[in-house]
């Protein structure tokens, strides 16, 4: 899922002040920095859950039997490789 990099920013503002307000950190940089840090990770998790659906659906193409996109089958077949390549790269 592609996030627009004004929705990112807000996401950043938005766990941050949550942080914040809820005392679950003591800041020890500059606040730009925090949301900087913040950003790379979920920039880094986006591209990761990317490359797991690019590969799964690539996975599901490959069948002989053709799979369609949206049917019960796809999505049942979809949700199965795609938490076995996240639990292959620790995100499960």
Same mark, same amino acid.
């Given at each position: 899922? +592609?996030?627009? $990099?004004? =929705?990112? #920013? &807000? !996401?950043? &503002?938005?766990?941050?002040?949550?942080?914040?307000?809820?005392?679950?950190?003591?800041? !020890?940089?500059?606040?730009?920095?925090?949301? +900087?840090?913040?950003?790379?990770?979920?920039?880094?998790?986006?591209?990761?859950?990317? $490359?797991? $659906?690019?590969?799964?659906?690539?996975?599901?193409?490959?069948? #002989?039997? =053709?799979?369609?996109?949206?049917?019960?089958?796809?999505?049942?077949?979809?949700?199965?490789?795609?938490?076995?390549?996240?639990?292959?790269?620790?995100?499960?």
């Amino acid at each position: 899922m +592609r996030l627009s $990099d004004d =929705k990112v #920013s &807000h !996401l950043t &503002h938005i766990i941050l002040k949550g942080l914040l307000d809820k005392g679950a950190v003591t800041p !020890l940089e500059e606040e730009g920095q925090i949301r +900087r840090e913040i950003r790379r990770v979920i920039v880094k998790e986006l591209k990761i859950a990317e $490359d797991i $659906d690019e590969l799964v659906k690539r996975k599901l193409q490959s069948y #002989s039997k =053709k799979i369609y996109e949206g049917g019960s089958e796809w999505e049942v077949l979809y949700n199965k490789f795609y938490e076995e390549e996240a639990a292959k790269k620790g995100r499960s």
